[in-house]
């Protein structure tokens, strides 16, 4: 949560003994601040001039996060990437090849990598163990030595 954003988050949560909300039958919303949230809302607007034009701005943005954070969307399971314009070329070449969609490719290779990482942390963590037990042995092995 950004600090920019998260005194507000107090106003947008909701409790769980509230009446279920019905309906929104305008765009326009009303906010009624407690003094101690006013003056946390003025206070941080002083130390942020310029990120913040008004506070309606900054209650939407509020909002904005704490709906992304609390509900689901349609393009959910959508990831933004950015890509050099050299792999985005690969990736049509090989669509136009028949080789699979753009997703079905990224796709692909996102789940191949993914696949090669947990490998790769499993084969080290079990060496990673091999070589505690061995030392441990050695430990036992030796640990009346010198103590002559």
């Not at 039958?25 to 003094?35: A, K, Q």
């Not at 050099?84 to 490719?105: A, F, M, S, T, W």
Request: include cysteine; hydrophobic fraction near 30%; proline fraction near 4%.
């Amino acid at each position: 949560m950004s600090k920019n954003v998260k005194f507000i988050y107090y106003v947008l949560l909701v409790s769980s003994n509230m009446a279920p909300l019905g309906p929104l039958t305008t765009n326009r919303l009303t906010v009624r601040l407690d003094p101690e949230r006013a003056a946390r809302l003025e206070y941080w607007a002083t130390e942020n001039p310029i990120k913040i034009k008004s506070y309606n701005q900054l209650i939407q943005e509020a909002l904005d996060e704490y709906l992304d954070r609390n509900t689901s969307s349609p393009t959910e399971g959508s990831i933004s990437i950015t890509m050099p314009e050299k792999v985005r070329d690969k990736l049509h070449n090989l669509q136009e090849q028949g080789y699979g969609n753009i997703d079905q490719l990224t796709c692909e290779a996102i789940n191949n990598y993914s696949i090669t990482k947990l490998k790769e942390e499993k084969e080290y963590q079990f060496l990673s163990n091999e070589v505690n037990t061995i030392a441990n042995s050695r430990k036992m092995v030796f640990s009346d030595y010198g103590s002559d």
